[in-house]
C-alpha cells in the first residue's frame, strides 16, 4: 500500500521502518515547523532501527515536509501523534483530503477519530472519510537520535474501532493487514475508553508531583507506581469500566489489558502486574518534570472525556474527577475547560440512543 504516516516521535518513527519493511511505500510526514530536526534524514531518507523489529538502516520511500506530496494519492493516512496535535493535524488534512479518504490513529488515544470528524465536517469533508482507530500505539518505542529509532515491543493486543462503524469491515480488512494482532471492537467509542493511558499516567503524576519537582528525576513505573497508588489506578480504571458498561461494552480490566498486550504479566493486583514488566515499563526513564505528555495529555484529552461521558449517563467518577482537578492545580489550567470535553468530540447534548446512533452512521444518516 502507499502510506503516508505523519509524525515525527517515537511512534511515527517506529512505524515508518516497520511498515516499510514489510514491502510498504511510506512516505514520512513531518511538519514542516520542526524540518530543522529532520534536515539529514529528509535528505536521506535512512532512519537506523534497533529493537526487536526490523534492523539496520531503513530506507524510506519518501520523508517530506511537503503537504500536498503527503497527503494526496495515498491508500491510508496514519496519523501517529499526541492527542493535543489532533485538531491541528485535522486541519492540515482538510485541505487535501477527498471523499472516500481512508485514515488510521494510531492511536486514537480517547476521542481522536471523533475530533477528526468533526474537523472535517466543519470543513466541508465529511463525505465517506473512513477513520479507523487503535486504542494503543503498536509499538513500545524510542528515538534514539533524529535518525535512529529502538523498537523494545510489539504490542500483541489492540482494538480497533471505526467511524462511522457501517465501515467496521471494510477498514478492519486494511488495518489487519498492517497490524495483524488488531482486534475488532464495536465502535471508536469502546476503542477509545479502553485508552490505558488515562489510568496509568495521571494519577501517579499528580501523586508524585513533590518528588518530581523537587529531585526533577524520576522513574514513572518503577519508581511512582507503589502498592497506594497502583490502588488509585485501579479505582480509576474502575470508573471508566462503569462508564463502558452503560454503552454494552465488554469491561476489560486494566490486568487483563495489560496481560493481553504482553506489557506484563497477569497478577491478582495491578501493582504485581507492573512488577513483571521487566522489558517494556519498569526501564522507562522520567517524566523529569510535571509538564509532560503524561499529565498534560492523559488527564485533560483522556480523563475529560471519561467524566463527561459518566456525567451524561449519571455514572459517578469521583476519583478519576479528583486527578483531574489535582492536576489542573498543578498546572494551572482547567483541564475540565480546555480538554476534550462532548462538544469537541461531536457528541454534545446527544442521548445514549442518539450517540449510539451516529457512531454507526457518522453524518451519512
Do not use: W
Not at 533524529?146 to 477498514?171: A, H, K, Q, R
Not at 522513574?219 to 480509576?236: D, K, L
Not at 514488566?277 to 519498569?282: D, G, K, N, P, V
Amino acid at each position: 500500500m502507499k502510506v503516508t504516516v505523519v509524525g515525527c516521535g517515537n511512534g511515527a518513527f517506529a512505524a515508518a521502518v516497520d511498515l516499510t519493511s514489510k514491502g510498504h511505500q511510506v512516505t514520512l510526514y513531518v511538519n514542516k515547523m520542526r524540518e530543522h530536526h529532520f534536515k539529514d534524514i529528509i535528505e536521506t531518507k535512512i532512519i537506523h532501527a534497533y529493537g526487536v523489529g526490523p534492523k539496520g538502516p531503513i530506507k524510506i520511500h519518501d520523508i517530506t515536509c511537503e503537504e500536498k506530496s503527503a497527503f494526496k494519492n495515498k491508500d491510508l493516512i496514519i496519523v501517529t501523534v499526541p492527542s493535543y496535535a489532533h485538531e491541528n493535524i485535522a486541519l492540515e488534512m482538510s485541505k487535501y483530503i477527498e471523499d472516500g479518504e481512508k485514515i488510521l490513529l494510531a492511536p486514537g488515544s480517547t476521542g481522536g477519530a471523533l475530533v477528526f470528524s468533526k474537523i472535517f465536517k466543519e470543513n466541508s469533508k465529511s463525505k465517506c472519510i473512513k477513520i479507523a482507530e487503535l486504542h494503543t500505539l503498536p509499538y513500545t518505542a524510542r528515538k534514539l537520535s533524529t535518525d535512529g529509532v529502538n523498537i523494545t515491543l510489539l504490542i500483541d493486543y489492540m482494538m480497533c474501532g471505526v467511524f462511522p462503524s457501517i465501515y467496521s469491515e471494510e477498514m478492519f480488512e486494511i488495518v489487519s493487514e498492517l497490524y495483524p494482532s488488531s482486534h475488532l471492537v464495536e465502535n471508536v467509542l469502546e476503542s477509545s475508553l479502553n485508552n490505558g493511558n488515562l489510568a496509568s499516567h495521571p494519577a501517579p503524576m499528580v501523586l508524585n508531583a513533590g518528588k518530581i519537582e523537587y529531585y526533577g528525576k524520576h522513574a514513572h513505573y518503577r519508581e511512582g507506581i507503589t502498592p497506594s497508588v497502583a490502588n488509585v489506578i485501579q479505582i480509576v480504571d474502575d470508573e471508566r469500566k462503569n462508564v463502558c458498561r452503560a454503552f454494552g461494552f465488554k469491561e476489560l480490566d486494566i490486568k487483563d489489558r495489560l496481560a493481553l498486550m504482553k506489557y506484563c504479566e497477569r497478577k491478582d493486583n495491578l501493582y504485581d502486574c507492573y512488577q513483571t514488566s521487566t522489558e517494556a515499563f519498569l526501564p522507562i526513564d522520567g517524566p523529569h518534570e510535571l509538564n509532560h505528555r503524561y499529565l498534560i495529555e492523559d488527564a485533560p484529552f483522556a480523563m475529560v472525556t471519561v467524566s463527561e461521558l459518566g456525567k451524561l449517563l449519571d455514572i459517578e467518577t469521583k476519583v478519576t474527577d479528583s486527578v483531574i482537578h489535582l492536576g489542573s492545580a498543578l498546572m494551572g489550567e482547567d483541564f475540565m475547560k480546555t480538554g476534550r470535553t462532548l462538544e469537541k468530540i461531536g457528541l454534545e447534548g446527544m442521548s445514549l440512543d442518539e450517540i449510539n446512533h451516529y457512531l454507526k452512521y457518522g453524518y451519512e444518516n
